[in-house]
C-alpha cells in the first residue's frame, strides 16, 4: 500500500498543524514523536530536538488485522504522541489505530512536508546599519536567507523558490519595495527563488563568478555600478563582481569575493554591520569544500577557503555580525533568536579559523558528511540547464542541508 493511499480511520483523530508543534518544541515542552516513515527517510532527515523523543515505527507494522504486541509496546501508553509521516495520509490511519487501542495520540498535518513549509522571520537586534535586517529561517533544513528594508525599499539575499510569494507579501506589509534579489553562489541544497522574483518584477543578482559554472540566464556584461545600469541592455539576471554595491535606501550591501565552498561563492556585506557569508562560514563551522569540484578538486577548494576567510572575512572589524545560508543542529541562536554571530567570537570559539592552511585543509576534508540529497539536479537546476514545477522542486529539496563540513572536528574545546 502506498504511505498516501491509507483509508480514513474508524475513531475521531486529532490533529495537530505543524506551527503548533514547532511552538510546543521552541516553548521546551516535552514531545513524543513517532515517525512512521520507512527507517532510511527517518535516519536521514527528522524532527530533533533537547526536548523532542523521537522513535520510528514504520507504517507498514500497522497495516495487520492483528498488530504484533511487540508493535504497541514501542508506542508509549503514559503520554501524548503525535504520528506523522511524509505527506499527513499513513499518520492519521497510524494514529486511528493507535486510538483505537487506548493511546493518547494525534497525527501532524501534512507530515514533513508541512514541516519544511515553517518559515520564520526574526529580526537581527544587533546590526546596527541603516534600516532594519530580518533573518529568515527554515527549520526543518536550517536554511537562512536575508531581508534588508529602509527608507520605503528593500533588498532579500539568498531567496529560496519555495517562499517567493512570502517575500512579495512581507514587503508589501511592511510598505517596501523590493528592489533586489542576491545570491550567494549556486545552491546545492534549495531551489533558489532569485530567478522567480526577477520574473515579479525584483532586479535578480548572482555572482559574475559563478556564471562560468555554466548559468544559462546571466545578463552579458556585469556591473559596474547601481545594478540597474548593468541590465539596460543586456537580457538575463545582473551579475556582481567583487567591489560592486547595492543601494538600498540609505543602505549599502558590498559584495565580497569569498570562493571556497564553490568558486563563485561571494559574500555580501550589509552596510558595514553584517556578512552574509552564504556557504563560506556558518555560526557553527566552515564550508564543505567538494560540491562543485567533486573529491579531486576539494583540497585546492579548501585552499581558497582558508584564503577568503583568512584575507577577507577576518580582517572585518570584530563586532562585524556574520551570517550564514544555513545552520545546523549544533548551531546554538543569540539571544535575540537569531543565528548569528560576532567575528571575534568566530575567532575565540573556532580552531579552524586559528590554525595555519595545512592545518586547515586537512581538518576540513577528514571528516564531511553525506552530500546534500538530490544535490546534482539541484545544482542543475539553479544553473537554469533542468527545469522543474513547483512541486518537483519542492520535493527535491526535502532533507538537511548537509553544506557545511562536520562541526565536530572545527569546533574549539
Known amino acids: 500500500m502506498n504511505a498516501d493511499d491509507f483509508p480514513t480511520?474508524?475513531?475521531?483523530?486529532?490533529?495537530?498543524?505543524?506551527?503548533?508543534?514547532?511552538?510546543?518544541?521552541?516553548?521546551?515542552?516535552?514531545?513524543?514523536?513517532?515517525?512512521?516513515?520507512?527507517q532510511s527517510d527517518y535516519d536521514e532527515w527528522r524532527i530533533d530536538g533537547e526536548n523532542v523523543t523521537s522513535i520510528n515505527v514504520p507504517y507498514f507494522e500497522f497495516l495487520e488485522d492483528d498488530i504484533d504486541e511487540g508493535v504497541?509496546?514501542?508506542?508509549?501508553?503514559?503520554?501524548?504522541v503525535t504520528v506523522l509521516c511524509a505527506k499527513g495520509g499513513a499518520s492519521e490511519y497510524v494514529a486511528g489505530t493507535l486510538a483505537e487501542h487506548g493511546y493518547d495520540v494525534n497525527h501532524l498535518e501534512d507530515g514533513m512536508n508541512g514541516w519544511a513549509s515553517i518559515y520564520e522571520a526574526v529580526e537581527v537586534e544587533r546590526y546596527d546599519g541603516a534600516g532594519t535586517l530580518l533573518q529568515y529561517q527554515r527549520p526543518s533544513s536550517g536554511c537562512l536567507g536575508y531581508l534588508l528594508y529602509n527608507d520605503g525599499e528593500a533588498a532579500i539575499i539568498d531567496p529560496l523558490r519555495a517562499f517567493t510569494d512570502r517575500y512579495l507579501e512581507d514587503a508589501a506589509d511592511l510598505g517596501v519595495d523590493l528592489q533586489y534579489a542576491l545570491d550567494t553562489h549556486i545552491h546545492a541544497d534549495h531551489i533558489s527563488g532569485v530567478r522567480d522574483l526577477d520574473a515579479e518584477g525584483v532586479e535578480g543578482v548572482i555572482p559574475e563568478a559563478a556564471v562560468d559554472r555554466g548559468v544559462t540566464y546571466a545578463a552579458e556584461q556585469s556591473s559596474t555600478g547601481?545594478?540597474?545600469?548593468?541590465?539596460?541592455d543586456a537580457d538575463g539576471l545582473t551579475t556582481a563582481e567583487d567591489g560592486d554595491t547595492f543601494d538600498v535606501g540609505d543602505a549599502t550591501i558590498k559584495t565580497v569575493s569569498t570562493p571556497g565552498h564553490t568558486t563563485g561563492m561571494t559574500s555580501y556585506l550589509v552596510d558595514g554591520s553584517l556578512l552574509a557569508t552564504g556557504d563560506g562560514l556558518f555560526i557553527e563551522s566552515v564550508?564543505?569544500?567538494d560540491l562543485e569540484e567533486g573529491d579531486e578538486g576539494a583540497p585546492e577548494a579548501a585552499r581558497m577557503l582558508y584564503e577568503s576567510l583568512q584575507e577577507r572575512v577576518l580582517p572585518l572589524p570584530d563586532d562585524t555580525l556574520v551570517g550564514g545560508a544555513h545552520f545546523s543542529d549544533a548551531a546554538e541562536p543569540a539571544e535575540d533568536g537569531t543565528f548569528t554571530a560576532p567575528i571575534g567570537e568566530f575567532v575565540e570559539e573556532m580552531d579552524a579559523l586559528t590554525m595555519g592552511e595545512d592545518a586547515f585543509?586537512?581538518?576540513?576534508?577528514?571528516?564531511?558528511?553525506?552530500?546534500?540529497?538530490?544535490?546534482?539536479?539541484?545544482?542543475a537546476t539553479n544553473l537554469g540547464q533542468n527545469?522543474?514545477?513547483?512541486?518537483?522542486?519542492?520535493t527535491l529539496e526535502l532533507?538537511?542541508?548537509n553544506c557545511a563540513a562536520s562541526q565536530e572536528s572545527l569546533a574549539g574545546d
Open 399 to 401: 532533507g538537511p542541508n
Open 387 to 394: 527545469a522543474v514545477d513547483d512541486e518537483e522542486a519542492f
Open 72 to 80: 504497541l509496546d514501542r508506542v508509549p501508553d503514559d503520554r501524548e
Open 226 to 232: 547601481p545594478a540597474s545600469q548593468a541590465r539596460q
Open 287 to 289: 564550508a564543505r569544500p
Open 361 to 379: 585543509v586537512e581538518l576540513v576534508l577528514s571528516d564531511m558528511p553525506p552530500r546534500p540529497a538530490n544535490y546534482e539536479e539541484i545544482i
Open 9 to 38: 480511520p474508524d475513531v475521531d483523530v486529532e490533529s495537530t498543524d505543524p506551527e503548533s508543534l514547532k511552538n510546543r518544541i521552541d516553548a521546551g515542552e516535552d514531545v513524543m514523536l513517532l515517525d512512521a516513515r520507512m
